[in-house]
Each structure stands twice: as structure tokens, then as C-alpha cells.
């Protein structure tokens, strides 16, 4: 136990990370979660984009106090005072070199009394290799060492990096990229290396102009700054407990569920009655407005027990509705902790259908989908110049894709890691359930029921188009927002309030959109019940005059226009860069000036 109170230098840190280990800051301890990786419900790559870094503030927004209790029996050490400086994953590129393990054996312990140097390892041979990542293992408490940020970072700036992580370049607005200007000081090539060189070009100045943007409006990320944001979101973080919001409103509940049971009664009268497009209608509203609960299921935002959440969302999205609670979450939770991040949210990596931010228009490897890459050929070429015209016919179709990803899940490693774990009947449940829907819906209701091909193909397209509103609702939110790679400095809330928007809507109107038009304050506060959320989101807005960080919101039409204005501004980006490839294949210049 003692062993497990002593401090951990930094250095330290990054040689067990260097030697494959899961290590996350929490709170003052340093945490070893090697054993918890494929044990956790929400999925292993939940934990991997967290390692090197301190995830005080995502893992208190994503977990019941009674989780966090529990943290303390996988901690290896404590932190020095202080702020720690944040280093990059090794999902996302972090690079760490193992040293001599006997510079790290023996912990540093700091005695009671002493100042916050006393013992701590300072080694100018091993320093972060990012000007956005100096040591601040000096500092003597959070509060206290904002003024005393802005004095050591510039020092420990000039320091000689022998550790090295990507680095966040000022130019491409990419971690270990080369410059536009890299580029054109290199020796000349053969035409079609020109060609493809041409092309990186381009986006490296589309990524820098979107990084230059963010640099304007949002506050700074130095250090100072970036922690007093930190300091007030957890004081507001407190407010929102103390003021009841986590409370689940559960009268509220009793009215959603008299308004799905009303929705089905709808359907199976109209059934009864032959109204087939009555019917088909009715359903595909049903399984619009029931898929919220879902989400706040999948968010242990109802009852709070893991189980009993588990299985109203098993009930409601892999029963009611044919669609896996497990492959929702897996990627759901990824995109709330990198949200927008184009290497690394699922929810964004779209290509070649549809291209969102710069980054996408050369060939890109996803970290969530085990390194698959996302080529950009001449499929992209031709579709993503019209995703402005595709958005909302493929939207309306978007239900068939996630019954595809989530049959994928569950035959998938990702599902079948829980087995050794408590939580081994998730994915025997979730067959079952979605075996059921389409035995109900599949084969009683389509093909017997239904009376000929015609009447059920018009059946499924309606009842799945009818559904489109919570695909657009879902995408609304993001697609339109930010998608920057800012650095390790950047804040869990300004990250989180940079790359999503909230959608205005009268208090009535409330439960056609469930909850997902207050995307900003949910993914400050994913736990909050949807109920509630429309009470944090004043504390939201005095969080963000009070910050300086831009609060989003829109109407939603008006999100709809910045959503289709994205797409359309991308998709002539393609066409810009595809003219440019075949200027310099022609005449062996850019032609980008």
C-alpha cells in the first residue's frame, strides 16, 4: 500500500507506457489498467486514447461515484503536485522510447512539508517533444500554479527532446507532418510524385486554414489558460450534482412511455386495418422517438445500475428496434472522448460517401476500425463533390447501414472480449434480441402479413425514411463544427464545446428531437438525464461568458444550412484539388498560387 502512495515522475510514467502498459492519471494517482482493458463495458479503445494523459475530468463525467471508488485498486503510485502535462496516446502516434530502467525503479516519495522540487526527478535529457507539452511536474497545486505556468513553459520549451511524440505542426495542422513549405523545398521528383505531392499539399493548407480559424475565436491553449478552464468546469461539474440534475426524472419517463405506447397502438391498429402507409409511418415514428431512451440507457442516465440500464437498452434498440446497444456504445463512447477527431471518431469517418473536414481527402487510417484505411480514390472523386445533394436521400436509407455495423459488432473481438468478464451476457443477449426483431419483423410482419412484394418493399422504405430526422439529428450537431486537431493541451470542455452545437427549439417541442439538441451540454454531461438537460444548459451558457469559450447553437434550419453549407464547401475543396492534380500532371506545376 505504501508503494502505491509514493510519487511517479513523469519519466517514469513514460517508460511503463514505453513498455506496453495502460497508464492514466486520475485525479492525484497514477492507474494501471491493463487488466481492466478487456473487461470494460464501453470498450477497450475508451481507455487506450486516454493513456499518458490525466482523465480526471472524462472519467468523472462518464462514471457513477460508486465506479470511481474503485479506481483506487489499480492505482501503481500518485502524480507529482501539480498539473501534469499531458502526453499523446500511443493510438494516436504518441511514440515512447524506452531508457535505462534504473534511472525509474524506486518512485519518488515527497516528504510532508518539503516543496514541490524536493525529489522530483528534473532531467533536461528527457523532456515532451511538443512546445504545447512542457513539464509541469513542479507546480505546486492546480489553483495555485496557473501564474507559474506561463514562466515554465517558456523555459522548458528550449529543453534538447530526446523522449518524442508526433508533434502538433503549426504549419499542416497535423502531428508529424511536413509543411506546405516542406514540400516545395524538396528535390524534384517524377511527375506523378508531383501529382500526389500536389494533393497533400492542398490539404495540409485546407487543415491549417480550419487550425488558424480555431486559433482566432477559441481561448488559448497555453497551459494557464487551458487550467483555469479546467478549474471552472469542475466547479460547475459540482454545481450540476448539487443542484439534483443527475436525478432521473422518472414522471417524465411515465409520459415518453404513453407516447411509445401510443405510437404502436397506432401501428398495429393501422395494420389491422390494412392502412399499410398509416402503419408504416406509425412504426418508423416509434422507433425514432423510442431509440432516445436507448441512448440514455446507454448512458446509465435512467436507474444508474449498470445492468438494469444494460438491459432496457438491449430491450429497446436490439429488440424494439434491431439495432446492438453494444455497437452503439463501443463507438459512441470513442466519439464523446475524441469527438471530431477525423483519424479517430467513428461517427465522422464516412469516406468515400461523405468528407467533413480537410483531412479526409487523402487516405486516412482509423484507429477505431484496427487501423483500416479510408482511401481516397476515384470513388471519393466523384461522390463527395455532391454530398450536398446526398445528404438527405442517404440519411433517409442510414437504419440499413447501422443493421449491417451492428451484426458486425457482435460476431466481432470487440463483443466477444466481454465474455471473460461479468459482463459475458451482453453479447449472447444481444444476438438473441436482434434475432427476435427480425423474426417479428422480418418474417411475421413483412412476410406474413404483408400481401404481396410491392406493399412490402413501400412498407420498409417508408417506415426506415420516416427515421431520417434522428440520423440528421445525430450528424447535425457535429458535422458542421470544428474538426481540428488542437494538441494535448487542449481542455476535456473546450474540446468538447469546440466541436458541437446545440440545437434551439421550443421547451414543447422538447421530445420530437429527445434530448440530442442539447448535444453541447450532454457531452459536457453525457450522465444527465435528457430531462434535465435543458436546466444545465443556462449554467452552460454562464460557463461560456464566463470562459470565453464560443457557446453554439442554431435553429434547425439554420444548423441544417451550416451542415449542407460544410459539405458543399468540402466538396468544392475536391474539386479545386482534383483541377489542381491534373494542371501540375499536365504541366508539372502546382498551380496552387
Known amino acids: 500500500m505504501m508503494e502505491r502512495d509514493k510519487i511517479m515522475t513523469p519519466c517514469a510514467v513514460r517508460e511503463l507506457i514505453a513498455d506496453g502498459q495502460t497508464i492514466v492519471i486520475f485525479e492525484d494517482y497514477v492507474l494501471r489498467l491493463d487488466s481492466w482493458l478487456g473487461k470494460h463495458p464501453g470498450g477497450s479503445l475508451a481507455i487506450l486514447h486516454m493513456v499518458g494523459k490525466d482523465a480526471t475530468d472524462e472519467i468523472n463525467a462518464y462514471h457513477l461515484s460508486t465506479t470511481l471508488k474503485t479506481m483506487k485498486a489499480y492505482r501503481i503510485g500518485r502524480k507529482p503536485p501539480g498539473v501534469w502535462a499531458n502526453t499523446t496516446p500511443p493510438i494516436r502516434g504518441g511514440i515512447y522510447e524506452k531508457r535505462d530502467a534504473s534511472l525509474f525503479d524506486t518512485p519518488v516519495d515527497v516528504p510532508e512539508g518539503s516543496s514541490d522540487t524536493d525529489g522530483v ?65 524538396s528535390a524534384p521528383v517524377a511527375a506523378a510524385s508531383r501529382v500526389a505531392m500536389s494533393g497533400d499539399a492542398f490539404v495540409a ?58 405510437l404502436f397502438t397506432g401501428f398495429i391498429v393501422a395494420l389491422r386495418y390494412e392502412w399499410f402507409i398509416t402503419s408504416a409511418i406509425m412504426l418508423g415514428t416509434f422507433w425514432q422517438q423510442i431509440m432516445f431512451t436507448a441512448h440514455d440507457a446507454g448512458h446509465r442516465a435512467i436507474t444508474k445500475n449498470f445492468v438494469v440500464d444494460t438491459l432496457i437498452g438491449m430491450f429497446v434498440a436490439d429488440f424494439c428496434c434491431g439495432l446492438s446497444i453494444g455497437w452503439w456504445k463501443s463507438s459512441h463512447n470513442v466519439h464523446h472522448l475524441i469527438t471530431n477527431s477525423p483519424e479517430h471518431d467513428p461517427d465522422i469517418q464516412n469516406t468515400p460517401i461523405f468528407a467533413t473536414a480537410p483531412a479526409f481527402l487523402k487516405n486516412l487510417r482509423s484507429s477505431y476500425y484496427d487501423g483500416f484505411i479510408f482511401y481516397w480514390d476515384a470513388a471519393a472523386e466523384f461522390l463527395v463533390p455532391y454530398q450536398a445533394y446526398t445528404y438527405y436521400p442517404i440519411m433517409g436509407l442510414a437504419r440499413f447501414n447501422l443493421y449491417l455495423l451492428s451484426w458486425l459488432h457482435v460476431l466481432s473481438a470487440k463483443s466477444s472480449a466481454l465474455g471473460s468478464s461479468k459482463a459475458w451476457w451482453i453479447r449472447p443477449g444481444e444476438i438473441a434480441f436482434m434475432t427476435c426483431y427480425w423474426y417479428i419483423f422480418g418474417y411475421l410482419l413483412l412476410w406474413c402479413t404483408l400481401p404481396n412484394w410491392t406493399i412490402r418493399v413501400a412498407f420498409v ?60 451540454v450532454h457531452h459536457l454531461f453525457p450522465r444527465v438525464p435528457r430531462h434535465n438537460l435543458r436546466k444545465v444548459q443556462v449554467l452552460v451558457r454562464e460557463f461560456c461568458k464566463d470562459t470565453g469559450i464560443p457557446y453554439s447553437i442554431l435553429g434547425f434550419v439554420d444548423g441544417n444550412k451550416k451542415v449542407i453549407g460544410r459539405l458543399g464547401e468540402l466538396g468544392e475543396q475536391v474539386k479545386i484539388m482534383v483541377n489542381c492534380q491534373k494542371y501540375m500532371a499536365e504541366t508539372g506545376e502546382s498551380g496552387l498560387h
Open 121 to 185: 526527478v528534473s532531467d533536461d535529457s528527457i523532456s515532451l517533444a511538443s512546445d504545447d507539452q512542457s513539464s509541469l511536474s513542479s507546480i505546486s497545486s492546480l489553483t495555485e500554479s496557473i501564474t507559474d505556468l506561463k514562466d515554465v513553459r517558456s523555459s522548458e520549451e528550449k529543453q534538447t527532446m530526446h523522449w518524442r511524440a508526433p508533434v502538433f505542426n503549426s504549419k499542416t495542422g497535423e502531428k508529424g507532418g511536413l509543411a506546405a513549405d516542406d514540400h516545395a523545398s
Open 461 to 520: 422504405l417508408i417506415s426506415h425514411i420516416v427515421t431520417m430526422p434522428l440520423h440528421v439529428q445525430i450528424t447535425l450537431s457535429h458535422w458542421g463544427m470544428s474538426h481540428s486537431e488542437m494538441g494535448e493541451t487542449e481542455s476535456f470542455p473546450q474540446r468538447q464545446l469546440r466541436t458541437t452545437m446545440d440545437v434551439d427549439c421550443p421547451a414543447w417541442f422538447d421530445f420530437y428531437h429527445g434530448g440530442l439538441q442539447f448535444q453541447a
Open 205 to 262: 493548407q485546407a487543415v491549417q486554414q480550419e487550425v488558424d480559424h480555431d486559433n482566432g475565436i477559441y481561448p488559448s491553449l497555453d497551459p494557464a489558460v487551458q487550467q483555469e478552464i479546467v478549474i471552472k468546469y469542475r466547479q460547475l461539474h459540482q454545481k450540476v450534482q448539487d443542484m439534483g440534475y443527475y436525478e432521473c426524472p422518472y414522471l417524465d419517463y411515465g409520459k415518453e412511455m404513453l407516447r411509445y405506447s401510443l
